[in-house]
């Protein structure tokens, strides 16, 4: 069975600082792992995602996502906040195997950037 | 956000109402999904539709009824709905249904308030 963890409710960090959102996941086989951005009465938008590759994916608004197989984690990172990131942030995963397994989400996590 | 667009934005509706939700995707995808958003909770992936075919049905009690007459457009039809049914509905489409790599593309969703 497929999970996947956001262990943070919320973060807060200050305009200008580095941020991170965590998640970590559990899959019999190889993920493919999903960041997506909520933004108030909004629906998701699709941030980036790990497919294979590069263990650092690069995705809008200036974020990226660091795969770390052994420690089964996908955490999102911005080397410089803005307060305009603060929303809800969905990590999600699949499995590769079997095909047509559904995207599992995480609870997710409220950032919070203060000027 | 207008790549999948949904309507309307807001519904209040009481228990014994009949009301429709739509989504349209002008994306050129074949696969479409509802998804359940509950405050504090997982999305939960309702149905799930592949070239107007339900492929996916988790369980969702039958006063939801979706409908697909065409790869654009999806329905959701609401019947008899209990105040727990409130939550933010989310339509989404991608390339194809629960392929692994595929990203899904989400609309801005319908506030659905059951009074």
């Known amino acids: 069975a497929q999970s996947v963890a956001q262990p943070e409710d919320q973060v807060n960090v200050a305009e200008g600082n580095p941020l991170t959102v965590k998640c970590t996941y559990s899959?019999?086989?190889?993920?493919?792992l999903f960041w997506y951005v909520q933004y108030p009465n909004r629906g998701l938008q699709f941030l980036l995602k790990?497919?294979?590759?590069?263990?650092l994916v690069k995705g809008s608004y200036g974020f990226e996502a660091e795969f770390n197989k052994s420690q089964t984690s996908f955490h999102l990172k911005k080397p410089s906040a803005l307060v305009s990131d603060s929303a809800l942030y969905f990590c999600?995963?699949?499995?590769?195997?079997?095909?047509?397994?559904?995207?599992?989400f995480g609870k997710g996590t409220t950032l919070s950037v203060s000027s | 956000e207008t790549g999948v667009t949904q309507t309307p934005r807001h519904l209040v509706m009481g228990m014994t109402n009949k009301k429709s939700l739509k989504c349209e995707q002008h994306?050129?995808?074949?696969?479409m999904y509802w998804y359940k958003q509950s405050a504090k909770k997982p999305l939960e992936l309702m149905f799930v539709?592949?070239?107007?075919?339900?492929?996916e049905n988790n369980s969702v009690p039958s006063r939801f009824s979706p409908e697909c007459p065409n790869s654009s457009h999806l329905f959701l039809h609401l019947h008899t709905l209990q105040p727990e049914d409130s939550a933010l509905y989310l339509c989404?489409?991608?390339?194809?249904?629960?392929?692994?790599?595929?990203?899904?593309?989400f609309g801005p969703g319908t506030r659905l308030t059951v009074l």
């Open positions: 989404a489409s991608s390339p194809v249904a629960l392929e692994s790599t595929d990203t899904q593309y």
């Open positions: 899959v019999s086989g190889n993920p493919y």
């Open positions: 999600a995963v699949r499995d590769m195997f079997p095909a047509g397994t559904a995207l599992i």
């Open positions: 790990y497919i294979t590759g590069d263990n």
């Open positions: 539709y592949n070239f107007k075919e339900q492929t």
């Open positions: 994306l050129g995808h074949n696969a």
